[in-house]
């Protein structure tokens, strides 16, 4: 374990015993469609808002033809309160909203700036697999401890529940936690499930080949 906490492979081990492990570069995401954000995520969540967070306007990458911005950078147009331009900002930064906007599952102490952690769906040009095209990523904002405790176990137990694929990112290191990693590994290889999880591997496959 680092001084840092454990890495996201270690919770990811610990508490799911299969894990799929993809050592790569912080890839942000493109912005998804704003019509399968809304199909995977939900609609916002009534009474929720964003008040002091301006995490979304330095984390993500925003790559449209109204603004262009890498991820892990401020926008230009943030003032150190919100947005600058608010009135008149991007038709993006006005239909985006992250998971925690938009599901009510997720525990309420779970804004991101709060919480270090940034639920978003994330939309891969070129897969590497069926379930990273479109899946829900968690970014820990402060290091790797961001995914220890209690906050981020309800948070887990919140996204793990639904046909979406979950993973884990700490900036360097990206580990699918949902589905577990022996659904996943009969996903990926196309082998006959047993019975017992013959019904679990072909919804996911139905819904993510696609993708594959
Ligand atoms: S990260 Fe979420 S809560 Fe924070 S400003 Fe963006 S949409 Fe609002
Ligand atoms: S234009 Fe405004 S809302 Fe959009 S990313 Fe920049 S600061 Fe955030």
């Known amino acids: 374990m680092s001084p840092r906490g454990p890495s996201p492979d270690a919770v990811a081990r610990r508490r ?12 942000p995401p493109m912005p998804p469609p704003i019509d399968l954000e809304a ?12 008040g002091d967070c301006t995490i979304c306007c330095t984390v993500l990458r925003i790559d449209t033809a109204e603004l262009d ?37 997720m525990p ?29 990523v968690v970014r820990s904002l402060t290091g790797r401890a961001a995914f220890e405790g209690r906050l981020a176990e309800d948070l887990l137990d919140a996204l793990c529940g639904q046909l979406v694929p979950v993973w ?3 900036g360097a290191q990206k580990v699918l936690v949902h589905p577990d990693g022996e659904i996943a590994a009969f996903i990926f290889s196309g082998e006959p499930p047993p019975a017992d999880l013959r019904d679990e591997v072909a919804a996911w496959r139905s819904r993510y080949a696609m993708f594959g």
Not at 39 to 50: D, H, K, M, S, Y
């Open 16 to 27: 799911f015993p299969f894990v799929i492990f993809c050592a790569i570069p912080h890839i």
């Open 39 to 50: 199909a995977f995520l939900g609609p916002l969540v009534a009474g929720r808002t964003c």
């Open 69 to 105: 911005k890498p991820a892990g950078t401020p926008c230009v147009h943030t003032n150190g309160l919100g947005c600058a331009i608010h009135a008149t900002r991007p038709q993006l930064c006005r239909a985006w909203f992250c998971g925690w906007r938009r599901m009510a599952t």
């Open 108 to 136: 309420a102490a779970a804004r991101p700036d709060r919480s270090g952690l940034l639920v978003s769906l994330d939309y891969e040009k070129s897969p590497r697999n069926c379930l990273e095209g479109v899946a829900i």
């Open 168 to 170: 884990l990112h700490d």
